[in-house]
């Protein structure tokens, strides 16, 4: 948060189990070789779904194994810049135990993301056991500064069978702070390693609460105060930071305020305001956030912005500022996938490439991995955001029982219509002799007033019965259709 201006939300809830950046020792249920992937049991309800490029192949596989991605470049395609992916079938068996870490949560039916490339991250460094080398963070640009990081890493001596790389907290700290976090990443793993010696399924590391973490990875020098209302959180984080790093342990304040946190920093507002479909931009334009299963589709609209003459330059102002704010609706949304952005359309190259710029710039601040397209000439933008959660909507709300998510119900005069059409069609049959119709109050005075005389209608062209009650439905779209025969039976109409 920056000058009382939400720049990130993360939600974890007590009841319900996170699971990203969880190790286990898993046993391998089912190898699928057309998708290229296999099923882990780690011991929860839904099996884990591993792909051939998230497995670490053994040096025996490397010398006798040709990778498919290289196959597909010697076949003239463009070759691959992910891993080098062997086929799932070489990599590993049904019935193998194997180690894994979860990448992403459940979603909907489908079991955790996983992936074979473990790693453990430190405050300022990241420790990727069995895969040895050493390296630095992709969003340190400065050549010099990558050069001095790993030479300052160099230094430390750390293990030739696992890999170390530093993250963007170790730009700034001494090398004994450094030192200290290698120490403690080794001791992790000593721990892990002593877990697995048994068999699998097994939780070999569970990773730490929202408190600790958000410290671990979001905590810089350049943060003056972290908050917390709660004691024994505050007494955890303050503990956290004497550990990892001393001189900023005094930062971590307690607040005892009556007023709510959010509220006393105006947070509250802005937290509500993400679960609405519209965000409002201080030019008078807006973005509308529409989540389907498959993608998210943001529209950008000029509303009330009619400062300039020229379209283009009006385009050009909101477009822009959209481009921000959108980053940042990604960001406290936690919205991945695929993703569609539909820009107030600009003649002019040079408007669009600087908007493509500007999202490019602005998705830097994310820590979640993200892949832009070029503009098209209806400037459209496609990118995906990596998914490794369900979207903050979707983890806080549940679909509404009375549209069943779709956001319109239909109105009395429809149901009515709909109602009439069963019931012609039920008491047709030779072995219905009664119907029974239970309604919303609305829908059942509107049948019994406007469409009475076709009720009756219906009674006596079939010299059947109707009998239309309620019983206090909130919903209009409720209704309970029963057809009985003479004795007194339900039928089952087909």
Known sequence: MTDEFLEELYVERHTGEQLVGNIYKGRVSNVEPAIQ???????????????ASDIIPSPEI?????????????????????????????????????????????????????????SLPGRYLVMMPEYSGTGVSRKIDDDEE??????????????????????????????RDMQRDLKYLLKVWGVIENRV??????????????????????????????????????????????????????????YAGKTP???????????????????????GGSIVIQQTEALVAIDINSGKFTDESDPEITAFKINKEAAVEITRQLRLRD?????????????????????????????????????????SRFCLVEMTRQRMRSSLKRASHETCSHCAGEGIIKNTQSLALYVMRQLRYGLNKKEVSKAQVLLSVEVASYIQNQKRRELVSIENMFKKTVEITTNGFSSTNELELTFFNKNGQKVLIK
């Open 62 to 118: 490397k010398r006798t194994k040709t990778p498919r991605n290289q196959q597909d470049h010697r076949r003239g395609r463009r070759r691959s810049k992910k891993r080098e992916e062997y086929p799932i079938a070489d990599l590993v068996k049904k019935g193998q135990e194997i180690m894994v870490q979860v990448t992403k949560e459940r979603l909907n039916e489908k079991g955790p993301g996983l992936t074979n490339y473990i």
């Open 335 to 375: 919205l991945g996938g695929v993703i569609v952005i539909d820009f107030i359309d600009m003649r002019q190259e040079r408007n669009r490439k600087e908007i493509e710029r500007i999202l490019y710039q602005e998705l830097k601040k994310d820590r979640a991995k993200a892949k832009t397209l070029r503009m």
């Open 146 to 175: 990558r050069r001095s990081l790993k030479e300052r890493l160099v230094e430390l001596d750390p293990p030739d069978e696992h890999g170390f790389i530093v993250r963007t907290a170790g730009m700034e700290v001494t090398k």
């Open 261 to 283: 946190l959010f509220h006393r920093f105006s947070i509250e507002g802005q937290v509500e305001n993400i679960y609405s479909p519209m965000v409002l931009l201080k030019s």
């Open 197 to 254: 010696k048994g068999g699998a399924p097994i939780l070999a590391y569970e990773e730490s609460n929202i408190v600790i973490r958000t410290i671990r990875d979001i905590f810089t020098a350049e943060i003056d105060e972290i908050i917390l209302d709660s004691e024994s959180k505050y007494l955890q984080a303050k503990e956290f930071l004497k550990y990892v790093s001393p001189r900023h342990a005094n930062r971590a304040k307690f």
């Open 37 to 51: 992937a296999c099923f882990v049991d780690i011991g929860i309800e839904k099996n884990g779904f591993l792909h």
